[in-house]
């Protein structure tokens, strides 16, 4: 699934450039911190959008299974939705919906955990 | 600290320092800018050319079948051969455009209206008391819970809740997508809303919905633009993608996604072109479309511009 | 070199240019100076004049696109400019460092400022992480942070701007550095934290002996701090001297003109408020009266507790009057502002405009008076639409006046004359005009339906001096054609002196002293008038303003902890705002002390 970690690797990538750029990361430059602290810190604060970016690569993740396993015929959740829809086999759709947004709802929570922890600001309100 | 102001002048317009010149030069003139933009403009100009021409440049009727050739390879008479049911290839993959690209073209701009009014409602109320928090509020939450199913997974369910078919599917690539543009929009809104000139604008005696949508909205059409090209191509992806797996378009409309799908299976036995041909088709619009659009997300987004 | 008479630091010849696609520019162009021992230098110049390029290349740290191209800064025998990054990280920090200007963004978000400080320390000293906190805590305690223990675990969001600052002063100083460059330093403080902030600086700097450059656009801190001056315009220093020297005898024209501006602007004797004749004696009729305004914040994520932005405001404007309204930040100035235009919604008391109650109208009720009530915003570009042209922006309010669209554009027309700017000008977009133009732009757009009255919330802080003079000029010059009643809020008691006739002082939410502009001016009648119009507030950096957002305001009178002559009285009830005499009110209980000790006023020798 390289295909869906390009985005997120470009999303980080221009994330921590900013940040490098930015006033707290040339300060600390100033003060005559190392390079590898001035990394740690850009990229510790480009963080954030990356991760939202991350739980969002679920979605669409879950629609690509739904393809592949059709065209190789890999019997998974994605091709028993499919072979569902086509029989218009109603429970089984519910069911497959179900998991996959129980799922979703999941990762969505770990979404917001994981910024709790890294994010101060987001902790004090 | 001083701003280094020249070099911003180069930049061209961030959305909100304004524009030097017509958005629609500036936008043309850093697409042609770059190679990614050049393929891309090119790809989608060339993909909207045939289906606009396509009634006129196609030799055989899309649905008609050829009794006698079946499974045909590609030859002078049928360029892309025949498939299973003796219909020729090339004839269907460019009458195909007539069925992908105005449902993706309607279905985007759908789902930019509502999204675009209802972020533009969610993000000028958002976070306030009041009949428009409460509204804003009840938008937000309803988009979450759109949100919250996996976007193929959502559009599978409504086709399969609404039955198939071209209007279908658009329906429902529409409300996957407009979520994206509300949010987009609402995140724009939200960020301007406390500038000094939206409380001019109330100043000046604006009502409410006249400021969020007269002064407010003009500001931050331009990203929406930009998207729209991004889900005009996911668009596109999604209407092969449930035609594919048997629950957008029937047979025999011609449609990429569907003759990928049921030429996929004479692969195995050497019989490529009925669905390498659409593929290709297939993968090339989408291409060109998510080029274009990347290009037109850097020239808004000064942040990866250089 | 850096041996001889002192001279700790040397530039020669500096130039830096930005590569940008659409060419190059010069920002700092041949610039040489030295800094010497225990002294320091201060850089003056507008905005866009290259100070911080210059600041920038002096330690070699440039940002993309921009590249020293030529000179020298030599600093112990070494040239800055050809040191490879490993040196210079040697170098930055231990011998030469930057005190930022933007504290707000200046500190890492996510990080303790204990932990910054400790990658500061680490940077070049091996220490273990408890001697580290131990010296962090100490650096806190250095630069008068109260409580630097608990403070030392705060991230940057629950500081306010003066501690932020204080906090990289102390991570500026951890080295005792030979060279300490201040950009902007109290940018943006209040005028009482920035006196804070520099003579805390300036202690410490007599303390370590260190080569100092401060970079301000505020002569008068050159005047109060630095021994040397130097001015800067278009990336080229045109003067270098002595301050006392520029003071008496600017050589450059360019120096003279920056200096005659500023001290018309700042003695002000020769232009008394020219509204003051028929404010004389307030009209029978208000046009603006406020009784008793109230004004909570609920504060995030402490639903118990409220910041009291304004806390029972009561005052007239009579109609053609200009009212001044002067405070720090955080005093609830520019929050009376809001609510009299009714942007924002009153917890409790009255507002009352030309005979109507518009504190308890509903916005849609409201909507149709709006044409009377106008305001002009602090920052000119961001209050104006950047999407319309400026032309548009200004017909916006006379939409709603029921004027057909070519009465419209007549009058459009005429009010960019009357803030002298050109009908090409009407054409560009906001972001095509300078801040000063934009300010004009402002200004029109307030006074197109001919209001009765215009706020104007600190229409000139954010503009160079030299624009200030152009602005106030331009107030005086409508307030003579149309007649309107200004409210004018500021910080800035120059600008608020030469408009208005009448000026109240607020202070943590509460007007402590309402006098014409004259007598104010002659003497005060509130210690906290006194102290803001001396400029120089309790110099004692331990006696800190109690920070709003960790504290609760003071039982009593806000203001008895910092005061010098608070009584037990005064920390126990507020004293009323009672008449001293004709027009003239005060709330202090020690009123009567006040008269007898003359007022420092912060000038020049």
């Known amino acids: ?125 | 600290m001083d701003p280094v102001e020249p070099i911003d002048a180069t930049l061209g317009p961030a959305p909100l320092t304004g524009r030097r010149e017509s958005p629609f030069r500036y936008y043309l003139r850093f697409v042609l800018s770059r190679p990614a933009g050049i393929f891309g403009l090119v790809m989608v100009s060339a993909v909207l050319i045939i289906t606009i021409i396509a009634p006129w440049i196609i030799p055989y009727d899309p649905e008609k079948t050829f009794p006698g050739l079946i499974l045909e390879p590609p030859s002078g008479a049928h360029w892309f051969g025949t498939d299973a049911t003796g219909l020729d290839v090339f004839s269907r993959v460019i009458a195909a455009t007539r069925t992908d690209i105005p449902v993706a073209f309607a279905a985007t701009a759908a789902s930019m209206a509502i999204g675009v009014i209802l972020g533009v409602i969610a993000g000028y109320f958002g976070e306030r008391r009041g009949l428009g928090g409460a509204v804003s509020e009840i938008i937000m939450r309803i988009l979450d819970i759109f949100q919250a199913f996996p976007v193929f997974v959502l559009a599978l369910v409504l086709v399969a809740a609404a039955g198939s078919g071209a209007l279908n599917v658009g329906i429902a690539i529409a409300f996957v997508n407009a979520p994206i543009f509300a949010r987009l929009i609402r995140g724009q809104i939200l960020g301007l809303r406390r500038m000094p000139f939206v409380e001019a604008a109330r100043c000046a005696g604006g009502t409410p919905l006249r400021v969020a949508f007269h002064n407010v909205m003009p500001n931050v059409i331009s990203p929406a633009f930009v998207q729209a090209s991004v889900t005009l191509g996911f668009a596109i992806l999604l209407t092969a993608g449930l035609s594919f797996v048997g629950a957008g378009v029937a047979a025999p409309t011609p449609e990429w996604g569907l003759m990928v799908a049921s030429g996929g299976r004479h692969i195995i036995t050497g019989e490529w072109w009925p669905s390498v041909f659409p593929g290709l088709a297939l993968g090339g619009t989408i291409l060109g479309f998510a080029f274009l659009g990347e290009v037109m997300g850097q020239a808004i987004n000064p942040l990866e511009r250089r | ?605």
């Open chain 1, 1 to 125: 699934m390289f295909v869906y970690g390009a985005p997120i690797l470009k999303m980080t990538r221009a994330n921590v450039t900013k940040n490098l750029d930015s006033e707290f990361v040339q300060q600390v430059k100033s003060a005559g911190v190392g390079e590898r602290t001035q990394l740690w810190i850009a990229f510790k604060n480009s963080l954030p959008p990356v991760i939202t970016l991350a739980g969002i690569t679920y979605g669409f993740v879950i629609g690509g299974a739904v393809l592949v396993e059709t065209i190789f015929s890999w019997g998974g959740l994605g091709q028993y939705a499919v072979l569902a829809i086509s029989n218009s086999d109603f429970n089984a759709i519910q069911g497959f919906v179900l998991v996959a947004t129980v799922v979703s709802i999941f990762i969505f929570l770990l979404v917001d955990v994981v910024h709790y922890v890294v994010d101060p600001r987001i902790r004090a309100t």
């Open chain 3, 1 to 605: 070199m850096s041996t001889g008479n002192g001279v700790v630091l040397s530039a020669g010849g500096v130039s830096t240019t930005f590569f940008t696609h659409g060419g190059e520019v010069t920002a700092v162009r041949d610039v040489s100076l030295d800094l010497h021992k225990g002294q320091m230098l201060g850089l003056v110049g507008e905005t866009g004049c290259g100070k911080s390029v210059l600041v920038h290349s002096l330690v070699n740290q440039v940002r993309f696109p921009g590249r020293v191209v030529d000179g020298e800064v030599l600093l112990d025998g070494e040239d800055l400019l050809t040191l490879d990054e490993r040196s210079l990280r040697r170098v930055r920090g231990r011998k030469i460092a930057i005190i930022g200007s933007n504290p707000g963004a200046s500190l890492d978000p996510l990080a303790t400022i204990g932990d910054q400080l400790g990658r500061a320390i680490t940077a070049h000293e091996k220490v273990t992480a408890p001697e580290a906190t131990a010296r962090a805590i100490e650096a806190l305690e250095s630069v008068g942070i109260p409580d630097p223990e608990r403070r030392k675990d705060a991230h940057p969001h629950e500081l306010s701007v003066g501690m932020a600052q204080r906090v990289l002063i102390a991570m500026a100083l951890l080295h005792s550095p030979d060279v300490i460059i201040a950009d902007e330093p109290t940018a943006g403080l209040d005028v009482t934290v920035q006196r804070q902030v520099l003579n805390l600086l300036r202690r410490l700097l007599a303390d370590l002996g260190s080569a100092t450059m401060v970079v301000t656009r505020d002569l008068g801190i050159v005047a109060q701090y630095c021994d040397d001056l130097a001015v800067m315009r278009d990336g080229s220093l045109v003067e270098h001297t002595p301050v006392a020297s520029f003071f008496d005898r600017p050589s450059e024209a360019y120096s003279r003109d920056l200096l005659g501006r500023v001290m018309t602007s700042a003695v002000g004797e020769s232009t008394p408020a020219p509204a003051a004749a028929p404010a004389a004696q307030p009209a029978a009729d208000p046009l603006l009266s406020v009784r008793d305004l109230v004004k909570y914040f609920p504060v995030r994520g402490a639903p118990h507790l409220k910041v009291h932005a304004v806390n029972g405001v009561s005052f007239d404007v009579a109609p053609g009057e200009a009212l001044g309204l002067v405070g720090e930040s955080g005093s609830g100035k520019t929050t009376v502002g809001r609510l009299v235009l009714r942007l924002i919604e009153p917890t409790g008391g009255t507002i009352d405009f030309a005979g109507e109650r518009t504190s308890e109208m509903s916005e849609a009720n409201m909507r149709p008076l709006r044409s009377r009530i106008q305001m002009v915003f602090q920052e000119p570009h961001a209050s104006l639409n950047p999407s319309t042209s400026v032309a548009r922006n200004i017909d916006e309010p006379l939409r709603v006046t029921g004027m057909g669209r070519r009465q419209r554009n007549e009058r459009v027309r005429e009010v960019l004359g009357m803030v002298h700017l050109s009908e090409a000008d009407g054409e560009k977009f906001p972001h095509q005009l300078s801040a000063g133009q934009a300010q004009r732009a402002g200004i029109a757009r307030a006074i197109g339906t001919e209001p009765d009255l215009v706020v104007l919330d600190e229409p000139t802080s954010q503009l160079d001096i030299a624009i200030r003079a152009e602005i106030i000029d331009l107030l005086n010059e409508i307030s003579g054609q149309l007649g309107m009643a200004y409210l004018f809020i500021s910080h800035d008691l120059t600008a608020v002196r030469s408009v208005c006739s009448r000026i109240a002082v607020m202070y943590l939410g509460k007007i402590v002293e309402v006098a014409p502009t004259a007598e104010l001016f002659a003497n005060q009648r509130h210690p906290y008038s006194k102290a803001l119009l001396s400029s120089v507030l309790y110099p004692d950096p331990a006696a800190a303003l109690p920070d709003f957002r960790l504290e609760a305001v003071p039982e009593g009178c806000h203001l008895h902890p910092r005061c010098p002559i608070a009584t037990p009285e005064c920390g126990v009830t507020y004293p009323p705002l009672v008449e001293l005499s004709a027009q003239r009110h005060a709330a202090c209980y020690r009123s009567d002390v006040l008269v007898a000790t003359p007022t420092v006023r912060e000038e020049r020798k």
